[in-house]
């Protein structure tokens, strides 16, 4: 059986541009990806237009696929614990207070996200918060309003260079 996997991809749409220009990455987005033995295919966990679960093989029609990876340690525990997201609305507010935490780092400050959320996700909030719920190792010091799809990406790039 496959193991859960996290993906980062992009599109055309100009949020995703945006997104790109502001990061300096080829990625804008990043979601779970595990196998559902009740539908017996891939199934795709992200933060759309509401936090919601689509086939990847649907997925992958409008976003282009940067990476798809296979984390060091189980990841099952971080999607368990999303679950409790699906259906709510994306967090555009708090994606807008990426932008000022990005402009901080530029400037070579730590800014925190000024538009924080309790209610709703975006991308990269929803993954490092699954992550920080399951403890994975190495994300202790990370917060989830301030980690962009292109940290996250970088992170798991560098788990997976590093030899155990």
């Known amino acids: 059986m496959l193991r859960s996997r996290i993906g980062f991809s992009t599109t055309n749409h100009l949020l995703s541009r945006v997104v790109r220009f502001v990061t300096r990455s080829n990625c804008s987005h990043v979601f779970f990806v595990y196998y559902d033995q009740d539908f017996c295919l891939d199934m795709v966990m992200e933060a759309h237009w509401s936090y919601r679960l689509i086939p990847l093989d649907q997925f992958t029609k409008t976003n282009k696929i940067i990476r798809i990876i296979t984390p060091k340690h189980d990841i099952d525990l971080a999607i368990k614990s999303s679950v409790h997201w699906l259906g709510s609305l994306y967090d555009a507010k708090g994606l ?4 000022w935490v990005k402009l901080g780092r530029w400037l070579r400050h730590c800014w925190k996200n000024p538009f924080r959320s309790t209610a709703n996700v975006y991308c990269s909030e929803a993954v490092t ?4 719920d399951q403890r994975y190792p190495g994300f202790n010091s990370m917060d989830a309003e301030t980690v962009g799809p292109d940290d996250l990406l970088e992170f798991f790039i560098t788990e997976s260079a590093k030899t155990t």
């Not at 918060?129 to 920080?132: D, N």
């Open 129 to 132: 918060r699954g992550l920080l």
């Open 96 to 99: 807008v207070g990426m932008a």
